[in-house]
């Protein structure tokens, strides 16, 4: 065979390998990249994640960390060093992190301090899932091994042949302890480091049980060995002990942390990690959704995205000495007994996150409201954005929207008279922080609007926002039988959203108190009246009432004209609000989808919006556009960031042909499945399954659909439908079928219908 032909042969037999599909997919978990996302910056996110390596929901995560304390990048692909590998509560860089302390074997000599025992590592010799993690450490010849629980983990590091072998304990700054105890092989200390939202006997006890006597233990403060105490107390404390070991030898380390005590630590650490016990859990929680006939970066990319989004919200309790459910309240400091759940901003996860669990977790939805009904009934306020406690950061009064939409869907088991009155306060009151509660909310209330001129920020966002979670509050009311007046008041104000809408331009637009629209008006500026993006994104943001909407600009036609224009603008922009080029406006403008700018969460149910509009052919087209061009298990595999599961579970939604763009309805939108079969595993044990027939890159468009053997024409899924079980049948072709969910009743819901 000469050269040519063999080259020629290996390219083809190339390209027939990479188009081979995955016919079954029987170990979920091996599927999945930890490592999507991690190369990112805070000029540039692609995705700003770190590997995760946990059990779903897990109380505590562990990670790699290549940067400093207290960097809240504290993983980076591009790094070329490790510092430590780290428990972590770590939810976003921007919130940065909370009860955290590290270990870090070391050799040759004590070193302690994070740059000095800092190690090269490669990722060419990292092996990164779900349930462990290992890397090389070249400076010091040690692999280490991590493998998670719920609350504790499993270290093993594998050493060299030398007397001089160590692991170093770091506390953290900002106020921590430690305590040696050789005789039980045993370290604890707590650490307090926090980047907000905690009370003030605020620790996170830690406890540390090795297999090996300690030849050699020291305490040390910040930069230098404590003197003669294996106890310490200190603004930066730490532990180092040593010991000597013969090549491949393994030194185990069981750790455990509680934020009650180390008592309760000790509890914690009882349930034994196993690597086999961790993929276990993984596997049962992704193996709910089986996928075939993908590509293999296809099946990578959606697992990849399914792990993510079941990190979070994460169990903030624990389980005492009588296994009872008990949690220490981030809140008012005291231990409590009952459910906690943290670490999320629902700004973000409203949107896919929660309503996906609806769906899959019915059982764990009920217990996180049962959460936030502790949480309001211990501050005062639901928790729009917490970490542990309440943190300031972004707006709207989303809790509305997981409320609502647990309870019309069904889900019962939790206090939803208590979590009606939260909403009630939140719908008149503002709150300590500008994140609780309703900023604005007197104007809101008054006006009908936030006004743009009040020193109130992104005033048309927070108008958009409250008017949907109006509705939200809307329907739960009449569900719970309220005083017609109520619900009258909430449906009424669930229509605030035509009081900031410009006909002139058929866009949002900031309004002044008077009653005049803002002056001079730029529909490409990021921020001021919104919040993270620009008008043109923002002005989709009325989830409950699209026909409404549509009949603001004038129809159907104008309607999707606006649809259109979104995609085939320039990505130009104004960053004067910000002073600077934020890293979301780069990420839009990079993507070369014009003003669409899926990085950040407002725009994301946008593309679900024409079928609404009688062209859901178009949904299926830009559905599996974004999916192909943005989304990856790789790096960089994201299109901006990956908020605490939203931009993971709108591809995972995507991905099985449907989002939730309105939570408080019962529906599923339909856009274009990715796969040509899927099968739901429901929690009742029934099971919904796609067929998307003759699917492929190609073949993007439903060409017709049945439902249980009868033809379907509808441009949505309900709930029932899905969690009743049954059958899905697509036939897929790639020309739109211009005539298929066109009529007035294929529509999904507005209120305006």
């Not at 290549?66 to 430590?84: E, F, H, L, V």
């Not at 009151?429 to 008054?446: F, H």
């Not at 579970?649 to 274009?672: E, I, K």
Request: neutral net charge.
């Amino acid at each position: 065979m000469n050269t040519f032909r063999w080259c020629l042969v290996a390219l083809c037999a190339g390209f027939h390998a990479n188009a081979q599909t995955v016919q079954k997919v029987t170990d979920p978990v091996e599927w999945v990249n930890p490592l999507m996302g991690t190369d990112s910056k805070g000029s540039l996110s692609n995705g700003n994640t770190y590997p995760a390596i946990a059990t779903p929901w897990g109380m505590n995560f562990w990670m790699p960390q290549t940067n400093k304390n207290g960097d809240g990048w504290a993983y980076q692909y591009s790094a070329d060093k490790i510092r430590g590998f780290k428990q972590t509560h770590h939810p976003a860089p921007w919130i940065n992190d909370y009860g955290q302390f590290s270990l870090m074997p070391v050799t040759g000599r004590m070193k302690f301090t994070q740059d000095d025992r800092a190690s090269w590592f490669s990722h060419k010799a990292e092996t990164a899932k779900p349930y462990y993690y290992s890397v090389y450490l070249a400076d010091a010849d040690v692999t280490t091994e991590i493998t998670p629980t719920e609350r504790a983990a499993q270290f093993r590091f594998t050493f060299p042949k030398t007397d001089s072998a160590f692991i170093v304990v770091d506390a953290f700054d900002r106020g921590s302890y430690v305590k040696i105890i050789p005789a039980e092989k045993k370290i604890i200390g707590y650490s307090t480091r926090n980047s907000g939202g905690v009370p003030e006997n605020f620790k996170n006890y830690f406890v540390l049980v090795f297999d090996k006597p300690f030849a050699l233990a020291h305490t040390w403060d910040g930069n230098r060995l404590a003197k003669d105490t294996l106890e310490l107390q200190a603004g930066h404390a730490g532990a180092i002990i040593g010991f000597a070991t013969a090549k491949g030898e393994t030194v185990n380390v069981k750790a455990a942390s509680s934020f009650i005590s180390h008592e309760q630590a000790a509890l914690n650490l009882q349930r034994e990690a196993t690597r086999q016990k961790a993929k276990q859990a993984w596997n049962k929680e992704l193996g709910r959704i089986a996928v075939e006939g993908g590509t293999s970066g296809q099946v990578r990319t959606f697992y990849s995205c399914l792990y993510r989004t079941l990190l979070f919200p994460r169990k903030f309790y624990e389980y005492n000495a009588q296994n009872q459910i008990v949690h220490y309240s981030p809140y008012n400091g005291k231990v409590l007994p009952g459910v906690m759940f943290t670490d999320n901003g629902f700004w973000d996860t409203f949107r896919a996150v929660f309503p996906f669990y609806t769906l899959m977790y019915p059982e764990l939805n009920g217990q996180i409201m049962e959460g936030l009904a502790n949480t309001y009934k211990e501050s005062g306020w639901l928790p729009e954005w917490a970490s542990p406690g309440h943190r300031d950061c972004m707006i709207g009064s989303n809790s509305a929207s997981l409320i609502a939409d647990s309870y019309l869907k069904g889900i019962r088991g939790y206090d939803i008279e208590t979590l009606y009155q939260a909403l009630l306060k939140n719908s008149e009151n503002e709150g300590p922080l500008s994140s609780v509660g309703r900023k604005g909310v007197k104007y809101y209330n008054d006006l009908g609007y936030v006004p743009y001129d009040v020193n109130v920020n992104e005033n048309a966002a927070r108008t958009l926002e409250y008017a949907y979670d109006d509705f939200t509050i809307y329907k739960l009311a009449i569900a719970l039988k309220r005083p017609a007046e109520e619900i009258e008041r909430f449906r009424k104000r669930s229509q605030n959203f035509r009081n900031i809408f410009d006909p002139e331009t058929k866009l949002m637009r900031g309004k002044n108190k008077d009653g005049k629209f803002q002056a001079p008006f730029n529909p490409f500026k990021w921020g001021d009246a919104f919040t993270e993006g620009n008008s043109w994104h923002y002005t989709w943001s009325v989830f409950h009432d699209v026909e409404g909407l549509a009949r603001l600009m004038g129809g159907r036609q104008q309607f999707t004209q606006m649809l259109d224009s979104v995609f085939v603008m320039a990505p130009v922009y104004d960053e004067s609000y910000y002073g600077s080029v934020i890293h979301e406006i780069r990420e839009m403008q990079i993507a070369n989808m014009g003003q669409y700018a899926h990085g950040n969460q407002p725009i994301q149910h946008m593309i679900y919006l024409y079928n609404y509009a009688g062209q859901p052919w178009k949904s299926q087209y830009h559905a599996r556009q974004v999916m192909a061009r943005l989304y990856n298990a790789t790096e960089n595999g994201y299109p901006g960031d990956e908020d605490q599961g939203q931009t993971s579970s709108w591809y995972v939604l995507s991905a099985l042909g449907m989002y939730s763009v309105c939570p408080g309805t019962d529906q599923y939108v339909l856009g274009s499945p990715l796969f040509r079969k899927v099968t739901i595993t429901l929690e009742n044990g029934k099971q919904f399954v796609i067929n998307a027939k003759g699917n492929s890159s190609r073949n993007v468009y439903i060409q017709s659909a049945s439902l249980n053997g009868q033809p379907y024409s509808k441009n949505y899924l309900t709930h029932a439908d899905i969690i009743n079980g049954g059958e899905l049948q697509l036939q897929m072709q790639e020309q739109p079928n211009q005539q298929r969910g066109i009529a007035e009743a294929d529509k999904p819901f507005s209120i305006s219908k």
